[in-house]
């Protein structure tokens, strides 16, 4: 069993795009700017952010948050969201979710311009991603894109199953998986909620993406051996320790991780390449500048 170190393979990228950086400053170019847009003081929100703004320093970004307050009104986040689509010292911006219930997601980020939405949430990056064109792709999923391919892990003809059909993480990695391409050309399952015998599609899986959102879902027994589990999930569950809590993942670790040939560790696993594919994206929106 070898463990898919996100932490490690996400230094190594950094490393990269902080080379790249250099050069274009030392050529006179200005570096990439991101932008994170902070609605309220959920703690969970305001550590991720933060994290980002330090990835940002880490590889020579310039980066800003921009904090409201949670009253601020649906009218008035649009407004500056049109803002940031007009600046041209912006070139990429995200809004932190989840937002206040008085504020509409879907109208949010339907109001980011495409070329600067480097979330990859925006309708128009979400098609263009579907039809294999060039998109700017969410972070979660692509991250996994990047892990699975630094690691050279053959993923052509394999059977993968992914739990979770969220617009976020389940249905994207689907699409990215059974794309013509590698990492790709996977055949594809998705389960979800409603679907029957879960446990029955993946032991048939040689690649199995979890993201339900459930602690310790996949266990030992609904796993073939050699299979490859990517772990998505991260939730803190009450523990007898001095914290009061523990992380884990959607998957049983203790139990499954015997039997695989490659598994993600919760924490370390994929989420220190989320924030990575999101330093990828804003490189590549300042390219396309």
Same mark, same amino acid.
């Given at each position: 069993?070898?463990?898919?170190?996100?932490? /490690?393979?996400?230094?190594?990228?950094?490393?990269?795009?902080?080379?790249? *950086?250099? !050069?274009?400053?030392?050529?006179?170019? $200005? %570096?990439?700017?991101?932008?994170?847009?902070?609605?309220?003081?959920?703690?969970?929100?305001?550590?991720?952010?933060?994290?980002?703004?330090?990835?940002?320093?880490?590889?020579?970004?310039?980066?800003?948050?921009?904090?409201?307050?949670?009253?601020?009104?649906?009218?008035?986040?649009?407004?500056?969201?049109?803002?940031?689509?007009?600046?041209?010292?912006?070139?990429?911006?995200?809004?932190?979710?989840?937002?206040?219930?008085?504020?509409?997601?879907?109208?949010?980020?339907?109001?980011?311009?495409?070329?600067?939405?480097?979330?990859?949430?925006?309708?128009?990056?979400?098609?263009?991603?579907?039809?294999?064109?060039?998109?700017?792709?969410?972070?979660?999923?692509?991250?996994?894109?990047?892990?699975? /391919?630094?690691?050279?892990?053959?993923?052509?003809?394999?059977?993968?199953? *992914?739990? !979770?059909?969220?617009?976020?993480?389940? $249905? %994207?990695?689907?699409?990215?998986?059974?794309?013509?391409?590698?990492?790709?050309?996977?055949?594809?399952?998705?389960?979800?909620?409603?679907?029957?015998?879960?446990?029955?599609?993946?032991?048939?899986?040689?690649?199995?993406?979890?993201?339900?959102?459930?602690?310790?879902?996949?266990?030992?027994?609904?796993?073939?051996?050699?299979?490859?589990?990517?772990?998505?999930?991260?939730?803190?569950?009450?523990?007898?320790?001095?914290?009061?809590?523990?992380?884990?993942?959607?998957?049983?670790?203790?139990?499954?991780?015997?039997?695989?040939?490659?598994?993600?560790?919760?924490?370390?696993?994929?989420?220190?390449?989320?924030?990575?594919?999101?330093?990828?994206?804003?490189?590549?929106?300042?390219?396309?500048?």
């Amino acid at each position: 069993m070898i463990l898919l170190n996100g932490k /490690e393979t996400a230094e190594a990228i950094k490393k990269q795009i902080a080379e790249q *950086v250099s !050069g274009m400053v030392a050529s006179g170019e $200005r %570096p990439p700017h991101l932008v994170a847009l902070l609605v309220g003081d959920n703690g969970a929100s305001r550590t991720y952010v933060e994290n980002k703004e330090r990835a940002c320093a880490a590889v020579g970004f310039k980066s800003t948050i921009l904090r409201y307050p949670e009253s601020i009104s649906q009218a008035d986040l649009i407004s500056e969201v049109e803002r940031l689509n007009a600046d041209d010292g912006v070139d990429g911006f995200i809004i932190q979710l989840p937002l206040p219930g008085h504020i509409d997601e879907n109208k949010i980020i339907n109001a980011v311009s495409p070329d600067k939405d480097v979330d990859g949430f925006h309708p128009v990056n979400v098609g263009r991603m579907c039809l294999g064109e060039d998109s700017f792709v969410s972070a979660t999923p692509y991250g996994i894109m990047l892990l699975l /391919e630094h690691y050279g892990i053959e993923t052509s003809g394999k059977h993968c199953v *992914v739990l !979770g059909r969220s617009n976020i993480v389940g $249905r %994207p990695m689907a699409n990215l998986l059974s794309r013509k391409a590698y990492p790709g050309d996977c055949t594809v399952t998705m389960c979800h909620s409603r679907t029957v015998d879960i446990a029955g599609h993946t032991r048939k899986a040689d690649i199995i993406v979890a993201a339900l959102g459930v602690p310790e879902f996949l266990k030992g027994d609904m796993v073939k051996e050699g299979a490859v589990v990517i772990d998505v999930g991260i939730t803190r569950v009450p523990a007898d320790n001095d914290k009061g809590y523990r992380i884990v993942g959607d998957v049983e670790f203790d139990s499954v991780a015997p039997k695989c040939s490659y598994i993600t560790p919760v924490p370390g696993g994929v989420g220190p390449m989320t924030i990575v594919s999101l330093m990828k994206n804003t490189l590549k929106a300042r390219g396309r500048r």
